[in-house]
């Protein structure tokens, strides 16, 4: 073989050398736009955020705008809890769109319920002359509005929250879950969620339906009862501010005895600004022995009866105050 021969065959070989690492660099440099600088990559970060309760840098890579809302879910434990119902996530291809943006679309689950959530990314300025970067296109938060009824509390993801009025809106970021409810000693509300998928989806205002809780009707019911054992006390016909009263043309000549068949249901409800205690019902049985004015004939008189009254209700700090009211 001649040196030329030679020359030429040692030529070909690091001219196919080159190839191969320039097609290298080129996949190199592909894989890692994709996987370290592509759009995904900007959308796993700000996911990584959420779940991170990193509200200041979930905001930055969303690049939104803060609405003038109530902030108590943007940071730290409330916006991780947001994250925790989101399961199957799944961050799909980017996809083509105008002005040589890219849309990321993301899918996951909130419990039953299959929820996907777009996001669009605007290309940046390269790095080291190859390397690709993307940012999230601008936009505004949501936000989710909370009405409590009689109330001017309220918590949503576990965080507590003034309500004035009982009424307050909650910015959130997106995708997410969020959860408000009301609980007090006396008073509650059961919780309500909504899942927030992107920045311009309907959401459903909430409403936290306030009620008494166990321990409020507990209260109230054992104050009627001691109210009407202590009108049984009394061994009249007509107990002096009771709501029983019995009456007859003959002469009573025994002692009159007054029991409690069935207490009063308590049922309490919101009306003006307040808590209303609704019509109250005893049943009631009084007894005794009477003579007719008539004849002088004694009998036995056993009589069972409805009685209805009313009663007022304050609620001071940890105080529970009930006023009967009795009309006659």
Avoid at 17 to 37: D, E, G, K, Q, S
Avoid at 105 to 120: C, H, N, Q, V
Avoid at 209 to 238: E, F, I, R
Wanted: charge should be neutral; charged fraction near 15%; proline fraction near 7%.
């Amino acid at each position: 073989m001649t040196n030329g021969a030679k020359i030429i065959k040692i030529a070909n070989a690091w001219l196919l050398i080159l190839m191969l690492a320039i097609a290298a660099v080129v996949v190199t440099i592909t894989v890692v736009n994709h996987n370290a600088f592509g759009p995904q990559r900007a959308v796993q970060d700000y996911l990584d955020a959420l779940r991170a309760g990193d509200g200041a840098r979930a905001l930055g890579l969303l690049h939104a705008k803060v609405p003038p809302a109530n902030a108590a879910v943007l940071d730290g434990a409330p916006l991780a809890k947001s994250q925790a119902a989101l399961t199957d996530v799944y961050i799909g291809d980017p996809a083509n769109a105008p002005s040589g943006h890219k849309t990321v679309t993301i899918s996951y689950r909130i419990g039953d319920a299959p929820l996907t959530t777009e996001f669009t990314l605007t290309p940046g300025p390269k790095r080291w002359l190859f390397f690709e970067t993307w940012s999230m296109a601008p936009t505004t938060l949501p936000q989710i509005n909370v009405t409590v009824v009689n109330a001017a509390q309220a918590s949503i993801n576990g965080a507590a929250a003034n309500m004035p009025d009982g009424k307050s809106a909650f910015a959130v970021f997106y995708p997410g879950s969020y959860s408000a409810e009301y609980r007090s000693d006396f008073f509650a509300a059961p919780a309500v969620t909504r899942n927030v998928t992107g920045p311009t989806a309907a959401i459903p205002a909430v409403v936290l339906a306030t009620g008494p809780t166990s321990n409020l009707l507990t209260q109230v019911g054992g104050t009627l009862h001691k109210y009407l054992d202590a009108c049984t006390k009394q061994a009249v016909l007509m107990p002096t501010g009771c709501p029983m009263s019995a009456g007859t043309d003959n002469r009573v000549v025994s002692a009159v005895k007054w029991s409690i068949l069935q207490y009063p249901d308590v049922a309490i409800s919101p009306y003006g600004g307040q808590w209303i205690m609704a019509p109250l019902t005893v049943k009631a049985r009084v007894e005794y022995k009477e003579q007719n004015l008539y004849t002088g004939a004694l009998g036995d008189v056993k009589t069972t009866e409805d009685f209805g009254f009313t009663a007022k209700l304050a609620i001071t700090g940890n105080t529970v105050t009930v006023t009967p009211v009795v009309s006659y």
